[in-house]
């Protein structure tokens, strides 16, 4: 029987330096014990966030050349988790994104109901025996973007509020809320373009370029955060105004 010597684990050279042995008594902190139930919550969520950046991915090319669809910057006040109520687990965390087009600029937030019924009373919206603060929520972000927006471009602009449900369980509506468009994200695209043309698409493009800047997010937004000079409609960085004796 041949016995061959044994050989080195391979890995990456050390060009001629002495390889360092691995000290079996290395302070290395020990992975923290995780529960099951944790486990699969964070597995979840995790497949939740990753159907909603598929759903964003999809808006982009739903909306067509018309629509500019910007995702929301990732900032801690920007993060929001449904739920939290003791004794219940908490909802996958909301997302959405910004839509800016010939109807104006719209602060889109998606939901994820999956097959259970979502009911609609107003303000109130309940999936499974849970009422969690979509509506509020999506005021408050349409409220966010139109501040950092204004104070970048030194003027007061309207961003209305969208909530889209995704999933495949029926909608039940007893009465609208106010300030909130409701829909589904099948019913999206068309329910954006029902809103008419307020703006030019050269004024929807200085907006989307306003609102890609990550500068105008951080901390509290002040003109000229957004890096370009903001002139109204019609107008060029040329014109003068009209002088009157």
Not at 4 to 30: C, E, H, I, N, W
Not at 161 to 189: H, M, Q, W, Y
Request: glycine residues 10%; aromatic residues 6%.
């Amino acid at each position: 029987m041949t016995v061959y010597p044994d050989r080195a684990p391979l890995g990456r050279p050390t060009f001629g330096r002495p390889a360092q042995p691995v000290s079996p008594s290395t302070d290395v902190a020990p992975a923290p014990r995780v529960s099951p139930l944790a486990w699969a919550r964070q597995r979840r969520t995790d497949r939740a966030l990753r159907l909603m950046s598929a759903t964003e991915d999809r808006a982009i090319h739903r909306l067509g050349r018309d629509w500019h669809v910007i995702e929301w910057p990732h900032l801690p006040e920007l993060a929001r988790t449904s739920g939290g109520e003791p004794g219940k687990p908490k909802q996958p965390p909301a997302m959405g994104f910004m839509a800016i087009g010939p109807g104006g600029i719209f602060s889109v937030s998606l939901a994820q109901h999956g097959r259970s019924r979502v009911l609609i009373a107003g303000d109130v919206v309940q999936i499974g025996g849970r009422r969690p603060p979509y509506i509020s929520q999506a005021r408050r972000d349409a409220k966010r973007v139109a501040k950092a927006i204004s104070a970048a471009i030194g003027q007061d602009v309207k961003v209305f509020a969208v909530l889209a449900f995704l999933g495949s369980g029926p909608i039940s509506v007893n009465g609208l809320p106010k300030e909130c468009i409701v829909t589904s994200f099948r019913e999206l695209d068309r329910v954006l373009e029902s809103t008419g043309s307020r703006i030019s698409h050269a004024t929807a493009a200085k907006l989307s370029q306003v609102a890609r800047n990550p500068a105008i997010w951080v901390n509290q937004p002040y003109p000229g955060a957004s890096g370009y000079t903001w002139h109204p409609e019609g107008s060029a960085p040329g014109d003068k105004g009209t002088q009157r004796g």
